[in-house]
């Protein structure tokens, strides 16, 4: 069956950086078109970026463009987002996600 599940979160400290992965299993990873989201607390989850499965072709909601990075290791089925320059508004549960499946996320909090 098909198997997310994300790592790497924990506490940051504003203006730093967080690397978050995602394992993925039971499907072609490697033809998959990936996703991250994040759900702050008292917030709807939000679509933060997309990566097509060749990692060429990547897109990025405004509000973490240029901070953020998506990748991928299709050897290691394998999703990341590189997190920079955080703020305290990037807290929040960070899901990986393919078509309407969805890992259990992972807790990122930005705090001093």
């Known amino acids: 069956q098909v198997q997310l599940v994300e790592s790497g979160g924990g506490l940051v400290q504003p203006g730093g950086s967080l690397r978050l992965s995602c394992a993925a299993s039971g499907f072609a990873f490697s033809g998959a078109f990936m996703r991250w989201a994040r759900q702050a607390p008292g917030k709807e989850l939000e679509w933060l970026s997309g990566?097509?499965?060749?990692?060429?072709?990547?897109t990025y909601a405004d509000s973490v463009k240029d901070r953020f990075i998506i990748s991928r290791d299709n050897t290691k089925d394998t999703l990341y987002l590189q997190l920079n320059d955080v703020r305290s508004e990037d807290t929040g549960v960070y899901y990986c996600?393919?078509?309407?499946?969805r890992g259990q996320g992972t807790q990122v909090t930005v705090s001093a």
């Open positions: 990566i097509w499965g060749s990692g060429v072709v990547k």
């Open positions: 996600s393919w078509g309407a499946s």
